[in-house]
């Protein structure tokens, strides 16, 4: 599945692959690479948000005109009634993106708490997940009445019933949950989880819990109250974002967890190598940290850039990350030596084989150079192992390049997908400033000798 983006804030066009494990953001500052993954959050959160089921009932109550699909005979009488149903996906199944991508428009400014975002937005499907979808068999429940979809198809389905405790409208309202069940899970392929860790990590780490959460829970109660009433009211709404919104509620949430052990402890362990110490949180929903070398204990606001930065992503992996999570990290390099941002790198890439989902937005190239050699390492070559060895690689930092898709923004408001070949990949405008530093350098370097 991709995603064409048009008129978003700055940027004029973009089409993103929604199908790979790893998916890279670069490119100019002030090109709209925060607000292409602010909407790419919005878009994973929106599905979380219509897979609960008073939600569901909610959605389908407000979008009639894709459940009138439904064709519908009905022979009641007080005390006897038959419905037959019938329902075609293949006739129907742009109208049924449509609903979705007006969904997701309106969500925008719960999102980016911005008015008037007039973003064009589409759906693609390819042929080969199309008929994935509406090809293969499935069984509805309504009440105690079972229908199949067969070939994508749901028709000539019959109910007779004398009891007069059942309601066709409720057989039918059932009936329709469950076809939206049937259609977008499938098509969406619903995530376990999305968190998002901004560029601005490093302070909410700090201040999170004592001073933004009970703004940021506040919100939380006004948005679903408006989501699922349907009002319009004034609410005290904080000056940030979704993603910001829910990160904060993430570090505020982490005392809950700190007792539980994910089977991703082992990455928590190999991030807490580059910082130097163990990072943990109290009973209390404080982050501290003990040092390798004194064995001081530290709070936050003690510790070096690097461990406010990476804290987080550290008690993340060991208390609360599950297989099919999606990950969105704003900026990994921040505050990080490059040797560093070298490592972060191989971790990054052993998450995306291990079972999450990460879309990371960088201006490191020594990040994507990094990427851009285990992905050619991942090809079999004559003394592979060897050079694994030589460089401190295992197998499972390697990238096969069909799991990954880097994009690149430009100042002209295009984003383009960067080619990924024999070299690892390809990022015109990190090459262009190093080659133009480099020529800079060697050029004063020389003039100024020959003086």
């Not at 019938?86 to 925008?108: A, R």
């Not at 809950?256 to 009973?283: H, S």
């Not at 930065?309 to 921040?334: C, K, M, Q, T, W």
């Not at 998450?351 to 990040?367: E, Q, R």
Request: hydrophobic share 40%; glycine share 4%; with cysteine.
């Amino acid at each position: 599945m991709r995603l064409e983006v048009q008129n978003l804030g700055i940027i004029k066009q973009a089409e993103i692959d929604l199908n790979k494990n790893l998916l890279i953001l670069t490119g100019y500052n002030n090109t709209g690479k925060t607000y292409l993954t602010y909407l790419l959050y919005g878009f994973y959160k929106l599905l979380k948000k219509l897979s609960e089921e008073s939600l569901k009932f909610d959605f389908v109550e407000k979008n009639k005109d894709f459940f009138d699909l439904f064709e519908v005979q009905n022979n009641s009488t007080d005390t006897n009634w038959d419905l037959e149903v019938s329902l075609d996906f293949h006739k129907e199944f742009n109208k049924i993106i449509s609903v979705f991508q007006n969904k997701l428009i309106e969500y925008c400014y719960e999102v980016f708490l911005v008015k008037n975002i007039k973003l064009i937005l589409t759906i693609i499907i390819s042929d080969e997940d199309k008929n994935n979808i509406l090809d293969r068999n499935y069984i509805l429940q309504a009440g105690n009445h079972f229908f199949s979809i067969e070939n994508g198809i749901l028709k000539n389905r019959k109910i007779y019933s004398k009891d007069k405790f059942l309601n066709g409208g409720e057989i039918i309202n059932s009936l329709k949950i469950n076809t939206f069940n049937h259609f977008f899970e499938y098509l969406l392929s619903l995530p376990n989880e999305i968190y998002f860790f901004p560029a601005e990590r490093s302070a909410l780490n700090q201040y999170a819990y004592d001073i933004i959460y009970t703004r940021a829970e506040k919100y939380e109660e006004a948005q679903n109250q408006i989501f699922s009433e349907n009002k319009t009211a004034k609410y005290e709404i904080p000056e940030y974002p979704l993603a910001i919104n829910d990160y904060i509620k993430l570090v505020y949430n982490l005392r809950k967890w700190r007792k539980n052990i994910t089977q991703f402890d082992e990455i928590a362990l190999k991030i807490e190598k580059i910082l130097g110490g163990k990072v943990f949180v109290d009973e209390h929903g404080i982050i501290k940290f003990l040092t390798s070398d004194t064995q001081q204990f530290l709070e936050l606001h003690l510790t070096s850039s690097t461990v406010k930065s990476l804290s987080v992503l550290v008690l993340y992996l060991r208390h609360v990350a599950n297989f099919g999570d999606i990950i969105f990290i704003d900026e990994p390099e921040i505050n990080l030596h490059p040797e560093n941002q070298r490592k972060l790198a191989r971790i990054i890439a052993e998450l995306s084989n291990l079972g999450l989902k990460l879309i990371v937005s960088t201006h490191s190239d020594y990040f994507t150079k990094e990427l851009a050699s285990l992905i050619m390492l991942s090809k079999n070559f004559e003394n592979k192992k060897e050079l694994l060895e030589e460089f401190e690689l295992i197998e499972n930092e390697l990238i096969k390049k069909e799991t990954i898709s880097i994009y690149s923004s430009s100042r002209n408001g295009q984003i383009k997908e960067e080619k990924i070949n024999g070299f690892g990949i390809e990022v015109e405008y990190f090459d262009s400033v190093i080659d133009n530093q480099s020529q800079m350098f060697n050029k004063v370097y020389y003039m100024t000798n020959e003086e």
